[in-house]
């Protein structure tokens, strides 16, 4: 968006003068406002750009779709509908290249439910509805990721690609383990389709038995939201269903197991059209928050196929979604325990140490939470279990760039970003064994001299 709004020229000019930026993640494909489009509505605007919102934000692919590539799925009508002809990549990528600027595509897996036979690629709720999220076992889906993969990478001469997924399965949304969690309905969890039952019925799982426990599931979290306790408690009451019904975890791995073979089709695709191509993923916040999620994302696993990791590290709006996570998961699973009871436990298991409940959200959490996870996420790319005889990658060679959050809009009353936070949190990283960070989410809305603060940390 800020490159029809302030120019190419002039975009890059500042990224390299002030910010000493060498790398540009593009939001090349997303129908969500976190990486594309301007500041959000009712967010403050920031000191560069037009100053208006763009209510009318749509989305889609922002480079142009070139058709040969998507015979094989019924989405095909993916051109963003935003600016005209103009086409990103093919107007950033000559100049970044004289300027000596890496170039990667950044695209996520975020639609809309308006998009002309999307129906056929949607998720199936446990009430047996369409989601407005794609099934990665549904070969159209597949189909999808690997034509806009291709279609970048023959189309584009882009350095690098990144594919984000910020989704878990349905067990941590029954539960509500994450941040916004409280919104979650557990009658809403997916994916229950045609393709998702077949997949299951091959690996002996029983489809009705798992439908049971997920109703069972629902039943129990709708019981912890309205404070019925049941006789044994909240979490022995949780884990007997999970014991009882062994099929709500195999369908949780499942369900992950898709996600994570989208990770290895994208990179191998990537790879036999030019092996050169940097080809990593974006993690979710998630991962700092829930440790169920946290143990379905396996730094060493992912290592095997992936160039580089961005796990994200959003240290100034931490604060605020880890109480929200805190707050929604107190009423769930972990509801024996008071709220500061769950934050505590929360810090153990995910082993960093932050502000207490009240002061969280205002605080956010500080650089050593970056220097931290920094650390994790590099000694787990570089574990023995990191190599293995499958191993596309040689050991310790995956790249750690960290995700630090500059402006992104959190509540009223809640921590904004300021240059120091830049400072540190970008120092933390490097001083952790970061290869380099990534400046998140999007340019459009950050403050001008929160970006200078990066130019800032280098220099010292
Ligand atoms: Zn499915």
Request: aromatic share 10%.
């Amino acid at each position: 968006m800020s490159f029809v709004d302030e120019g190419v020229e002039a975009v890059l000019d500042r990224f390299q003068s002030e910010a000493k930026i060498n790398a540009l993640f593009i939001a090349t494909f997303s129908y969500g406002r976190g990486i594309a489009g301007r500041q959000v509505p009712g967010q403050p605007l920031p000191d560069h750009g037009k100053q208006e919102y763009d209510t009318e934000f749509h989305g889609g692919n922002f480079a142009r779709t070139h058709d040969q590539y998507y015979a094989h799925t019924s989405l095909k009508k993916i051109q963003a509908p935003d600016h005209g002809s103009f086409d990103v990549l093919a107007s950033v990528l000559p100049q970044a290249k004289s300027r000596h600027m890496k170039v990667f595509c950044w695209y996520e897996d975020v639609f809309r439910s308006d998009l002309e036979r999307i129906d056929r690629l949607q998720e199936v709720t446990l009430s047996g509805e369409k989601a407005g999220t794609l099934c990665f076992h549904n070969p159209e889906v597949q189909a999808f990721w690997q034509a806009l993969t291709e279609d970048y990478l023959r189309s584009y001469p882009v350095d690098g690609i990144m594919w984000g997924s910020e989704r878990q399965g349905p067990f941590g949304n029954a539960i509500g383990a994450v941040h916004g969690g409280v919104r979650s309905n557990p009658l809403e969890v997916t994916c229950f389709c045609y393709f998702c039952k077949r997949a299951a019925k091959s690996r002996g799982i029983d489809v009705q038995r798992t439908l049971e426990g997920y109703s069972k599931l629902a039943s129990l979290v709708r019981n912890s939201r309205a404070a019925n306790r049941p006789a044994d408690g909240y979490f022995v009451s949780f884990w007997r269903l999970l014991v009882t019904y062994p099929e709500i975890l195999a369908w949780q791995k499942l369900w992950n197991d898709g996600q994570k073979s989208t990770y290895v089709d994208i990179y191998q695709l990537a790879k036999s059209i030019r092996s050169d191509v940097a080809v990593g993923w974006h993690i979710w916040h998630n991962n700092s928050f829930s440790p169920f999620y946290r143990a379905e994302q396996d730094y060493a696993a992912l290592s095997r196929h992936s160039d580089f990791l961005k796990v994200v590290m959003y240290n100034n709006c931490g604060g605020a979604r880890l109480a929200s996570y805190v707050n929604s998961v107190s009423r769930t699973i972990f509801g024996d325990l008071l709220p500061e009871g769950v934050l505590d436990l929360t810090y153990r298991v995910q082993n960093y140490q932050e502000p207490d409940l009240a002061e969280l959200p205002r605080n956010g959490l500080s650089a050593g939470y970056v220097e931290t996870e920094t650390r994790r996420a590099v000694a787990g790319v570089s574990s023995p279990s990191a190599e293995s005889a499958s191993s596309a990658n040689a050991l310790g060679t995956t790249k750690i760039w960290p995700g630090i959050d500059i402006d992104i809009p959190t509540g009223q009353g809640e921590k904004k970003t300021e240059p120091q936070d830049v400072r540190d949190a970008v120092r933390a990283a490097l001083s952790a064994g970061a290869d380099g960070v990534i400046l998140s989410r999007k340019y459009s809305e950050m403050r001008l001299a929160n970006l200078r603060a990066v130019e800032e940390a280098l220099r010292a």
